[in-house]
């Protein structure tokens, strides 16, 4: 049986890589005010940089940052699905396009610090998928280095997929939301995955009921650890 794991940033970095000035091309969709459960959100923490808005014409309704009644909400929603992915969940806040502006300090082969941003060196990724690592798609980015030696940084595009075991939920939890989706609750501290929501074809991915927590399976993580691509702490999540 296959083995997953959490993967995660180390507690301590060595390298000093800093997105904090970059952002995505094309925005992103609002956050929304709920009507039914009264919260007003943008809990999403997925990028698609495969995304390009350059052809629609309404592209500058994604470009400031604010929340919109739940109506409105879903008008821009639909208007972008087109563009996305399949799969895509398209929650509020979700950011589009290839990630632009100013990096700074170093980074290494696979980073994944900012949840929203995960970017690898180009080579990197090219003997991940070398070695067999299923699924990976990397993106082009446009961003500026300070530094004139620096790597080439493409971003990540990790899709949602698998869940949560209802047995490490708490028991107390709020219900979702059936308007907006909304889990008004934090991702527990100990993890067990849904076996049998898990992707069969796939060596990276985020949970779609958590989009800031980041799953690969044994094949991606004995890649890592033979390539010595630094950097990545990994925890073996149990199954039920």
Not at 189 to 195: M, V, Y
Request: aromatic content about 10%; proline content about 10%; charged content about 25%.
């Amino acid at each position: 049986m296959t083995k997953f794991y959490w993967l995660h940033e180390p507690k301590e970095w060595r390298c000093t890589g800093d997105l904090s000035k970059a952002r995505h091309k094309w925005g992103g969709l609002p956050g929304l005010h709920c009507p039914e459960c009264g919260a007003t959100w943008a809990g999403s923490a997925t990028a698609y940089p495969s995304v390009d808005l350059s052809s629609l014409p309404q592209r500058t309704a994604f470009e400031a940052a604010r929340p919109e009644p739940f109506g409105e909400f879903v008008r821009l929603r639909e208007l972008v699905r087109p563009f996305a992915p399949p799969g895509a969940q398209l929650l509020p806040g979700v950011e589009f396009g290839p990630l632009v502006g100013t990096a700074t300090g170093t980074f290494s082969p696979i980073f994944f610090y900012f949840v929203q941003m995960p970017v690898m060196h180009r080579e990197a990724l090219e003997k991940l998928r070398a070695e067999g690592v299923r699924g990976l798609r990397g993106f082009p980015t446009e961003l500026r280095f300070r530094q004139k030696k620096h790597p080439e940084l493409v971003e990540l595009e990790v899709l949602p997929h698998g869940r949560l075991h209802i047995d490490c939920l708490p028991p107390d939890r709020p219900p979702k939301c059936p308007k907006c989706g909304r889990n008004g609750f934090k991702r527990p501290k100990e993890l067990i995955l849904d076996a049998s929501s898990l992707p069969v074809d796939l060596d990276l991915f985020r949970l779609s009921d958590f989009e800031t927590t980041f799953i690969c399976t044994e094949r991606f993580v004995d890649a890592v650890r033979r390539l010595e691509l630094h950097e990545a702490a990994f925890r073996e999540l149990p199954l039920r």
